[in-house]
């Protein structure tokens, strides 16, 4: 028991003192790609997707974030999404300067495809939705290659195409892995 | 008197020419709620865009836009929007080449609108009225509102407006009897929607 306790206090030591070491991410680009696992709030079905993402520091404040999203499956018996992917575009905001963690907040709306589920009877087509959506998450840099991240992501869209039954595509989509950076150091 | 009437003219110029950065540009992404879309209380919308900013003066700014916003409307048929357009706005104080945290604003512009009206005639449980049916139009509208920048840094700003949007040129309803059908209004009208934006822009 002691034994644990002390290697949790040395890892937030070294944690924490390696967060305040200096640490320059302007003009640096991170790239991430991950399965994220999302759950549809409105239709409550639980969601796989492949996800990619890049951001370009503008500043150590300022980034420029994009994201390409590919609907891989859905974990219910009786699923109403045949495939569900979304390109995303726009800003995020990072509290902290020239520290390896790296706390921000976004907002990147774009745009989804998505398609319903017709069994074997029915094809529906794909519909282009516009798409709103918020970017929660934190990055620690562990080096100038690597990072750890986990990103929470919010995003809020509807199908018309089956009027009028509308068809609510709110998700709440989880990222987390290890990305690639250059250019930070 | 033709002298002062030519120095009060002047006027305008001088204070541009104060500004520390007249013609800065910013780029941002918004996201838009549309909301009593065709005087309806329900069928929110949703859209998804972006804009340049070119500021003109220390009070003023103007806004370039494209947007694209879906929504129910009448209860089985889909409207879809694309703008495109412009809006002036004019701070209601001082920027302080935007130290402070808020900077509040008022807009007003005009934009060109695509419309395109869906009626779906499947009832949703897998039985069909008849044929889908289709109707699109380009017309033109004007924006006015409130809006607030909230200044992240001096160049990070998030922006929250309320506009409403009044859409000139002719309409489409659905009648629901005999049968569900898109009907093109014979007299020119006006209807709208109050479009409640938010926005993150970075001033290049």
């Not at chain 1, 040395?10 to 944690?15: H, K, R, S």
């Not at chain 1, 998450?137 to 750890?148: D, E, L, T």
């Not at chain 2, 008197?1 to 950065?21: R, T």
């Not at chain 2, 998804?48 to 209860?75: C, M, P």
Request: proline share 3%; charged share 15%; net charge positive.
């Amino acid at each position: 028991m002691r034994k644990t306790t002390f290697l949790a206090a040395l890892l937030i030591i070294v944690i924490s003192s390696n967060a305040q070491t200096e640490f320059n991410k302007r003009h640096g680009v991170r790239l991430m790609g991950t399965l994220s696992p999302g759950y549809m709030l409105g239709l409550k079905e639980s969601v796989v997707s492949l996800s990619g993402s890049w951001s370009y520091y503008l500043s150590e404040h300022v980034s420029v974030h994009g994201e390409g999203s590919y609907f891989l499956t859905s974990l219910n018996d009786f699923s109403r999404v045949s495939s569900n992917h979304s390109l995303l575009g726009g800003l995020n905001y990072h509290f902290k300067a020239n520290t390896r963690f790296d706390p921000f907040l976004g907002m990147q709306p774009g745009a989804g495809f998505f398609t319903r589920e017709g069994g074997k009877l029915v094809q529906y087509k794909t519909e282009v939705v516009p798409v709103i959506s918020f970017v929660a998450g934190m990055n620690y840099y562990v080096g100038s290659i690597f990072n750890f991240f986990v990103h929470l992501r919010y995003l809020q869209s509807q199908s018309l195409e089956h009027l009028p039954v509308k068809m609510p595509l709110s998700e709440i989509r989880l990222m987390a892995g290890l990305g690639f950076n250059f250019g930070v150091k | 008197m033709k002298q002062i009437l030519f120095i009060a003219c002047l006027i305008p110029l001088i204070s541009i020419a104060q500004d520390e950065k007249p013609g800065r540009v910013s780029l941002g992404v918004r996201s838009t709620v549309s909301l009593f879309n065709h005087g309806g209380k329900d069928d929110a919308g949703y859209g998804a865009g972006g804009h340049i900013r070119v500021q003109l003066s220390k009070r003023l700014n103007t806004e370039w836009f494209a947007d694209y916003l879906s929504n129910a409307t009448h209860g089985s048929a889909a409207r879809r929007d694309a703008h495109i357009g412009w809006s002036v706005m004019y701070y209601l104080v001082d920027t302080d080449n935007f130290k402070r945290k808020f900077t509040p604003y008022v807009v007003a512009g005009h934009c060109f609108d695509y419309t395109q009206i869906n009626l779906y005639q499947n009832s949703g449980v897998g039985l069909s009225f008849g044929d889908d049916q289709k109707a699109s139009r380009w017309s033109s509208a004007i924006q006015t509102g409130l809006g607030t920048h909230y200044n992240l840094t001096q160049r990070l700003d998030v922006s929250l407006a309320a506009q409403y949007m009044i859409h000139f040129g002719k309409d489409y309803h659905i009648e629901e009897l005999p049968v569900r059908t898109i009907v093109s209004e014979n007299h020119s009208g006006l209807e709208g929607h109050l479009l409640v934006s938010l926005s993150i822009n970075i001033k290049l």
